[in-house]
């Protein structure tokens, strides 16, 4: 059955794809992949696609074998959250088998972040040349803080959440204007002590910290599901009206955040914490 993509999730279909009993060809001009928990990376993929034309794809919703078609000299691009310093583990591993017929020229990514991005772009661009491909350009966008699960860390004010979309969106703008000329650069908020937190706090969070386990569902919980559809992983199940989480936890607490009821807890650390969900800015 034919396939049709060319433009994003809600654009006009373009271009069938050609399905074999194993493998999908789809033909695209350029792509933006994109992770998001909470909307941030969601709504900055978004700006990304529309402006530049480009066909925008959550990689949670995609196939392993479909082999994507790049045109010469045509972008590549990732879109996606910064988790303890770095990108999510599922973005990397996506870099590292999606399949393409040719290596693609412009490489680049775009990650969002609470404050400091670390050492993500030496992180991605490493992934990438294991595979043969250059990443050329990164960029980090600063967006509402989403992390609440170890103390200190909470979502941001109400004022301060308002000040970094206002500055997002200027920020978005510069971007789109650096993708579209292939800029090379590499321009992230990397903050201090950043080979410590990506390379010695980082492995520590991702073996610690990565993990389902200490989720639990309050006596408050309405029963809703809204967890489970927020899932990005599909890791949520509704057994008996109450969610079970699963082992492919990405760790990016939709499940929390989405929850109507603040009856996602994860252990006794986010009982006082906020939530926090991307709402699309009023036009200026
Ligand atoms: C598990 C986890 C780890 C995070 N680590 C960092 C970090 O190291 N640096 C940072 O600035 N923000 C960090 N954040 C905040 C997110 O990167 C930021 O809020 C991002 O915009 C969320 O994107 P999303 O809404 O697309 O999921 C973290 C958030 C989560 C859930
Ligand atoms: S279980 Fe929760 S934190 Fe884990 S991937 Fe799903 S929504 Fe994200
Ligand atoms: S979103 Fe909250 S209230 Fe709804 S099912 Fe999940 S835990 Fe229960």
């Given at each position: 059955?034919?396939?049709?993509?060319?433009?994003?999730?809600?654009?006009?279909?373009?271009?069938?794809?050609?399905?074999?009993?194993?493998?999908?060809?789809?033909?695209?001009?350029?792509?933006?992949?994109?992770?998001?928990?909470?909307?941030?990376?969601?709504?900055?993929?978004?700006?990304?696609?529309?402006?530049?034309?480009?066909?925008?794809?959550?990689?949670?919703?995609?196939?392993?074998?479909?082999?994507?078609?790049?045109?010469?000299?045509e972008r590549l691009g990732f879109v996606f959250p910064v988790y303890s310093w770095g990108p999510?583990?599922?973005?990397?591993?996506?870099?590292?088998?999606l399949l393409c017929s040719e290596t693609p020229s412009y490489l680049y990514f775009v990650c969002t972040c609470g404050d400091d991005a670390g050492k993500t772009a030496l992180l991605f661009r490493k992934v990438a040349e294991r595979r043969g491909w250059v990443c050329k350009a990164g960029f980090s966008v600063t967006m509402p803080n989403t992390y609440v699960c170890l103390p200190g860390f909470d979502v941001d004010s109400v004022e301060v959440e308002k000040q970094k979309i206002c500055d997002a969106r200027s920020r978005i703008v510069q971007v789109i204007e650096w993708v579209d000329r292939k800029v090379s650069r590499f321009d992230c908020h990397e903050g201090g002590a950043p080979y410590t937190?990506?390379?010695?706090?980082?492995?520590?969070?991702?073996?610690?910290?990565?993990?389902?386990s200490r989720f639990h569902v309050m006596e408050t919980c309405i029963s809703c599901g809204k967890c489970e559809q927020a899932c990005p992983m599909h890791?949520?199940?509704?057994?008996?009206?109450?969610?079970?989480?699963?082992?492919?936890?990405?760790?990016?607490?939709?499940?929390?955040?989405?929850?109507?009821?603040?009856?996602?807890?994860?252990?006794?650390?986010?009982?006082?914490?906020?939530q926090y969900i991307f709402k699309s800015p009023k036009p200026v």
């Open positions: 059955m034919p396939v049709d993509y060319k433009g994003g999730e809600h654009s006009k279909p373009v271009i069938r794809s050609f399905v074999t009993p194993r493998v999908r060809l789809l033909l695209f001009f350029t792509m933006i992949f994109y992770f998001s928990g909470t909307g941030n990376s969601a709504w900055v993929a978004q700006q990304l696609g529309e402006a530049l034309h480009e066909a925008v794809h959550r990689i949670t919703d995609k196939l392993p074998n479909q082999i994507y078609t790049l045109q010469p000299r999510p583990s599922v973005v990397l591993e996506w870099l590292a088998r937190k990506s390379y010695l706090l980082r492995p520590l969070f991702n073996r610690f910290f990565v993990s389902a890791n949520i199940q509704m057994k008996e009206g109450k969610p079970e989480w699963g082992s492919q936890c990405s760790m990016c607490l939709a499940c929390y955040h989405h929850c109507p009821k603040h009856a996602v807890a994860y252990g006794n650390q986010t009982r006082k914490k906020g």
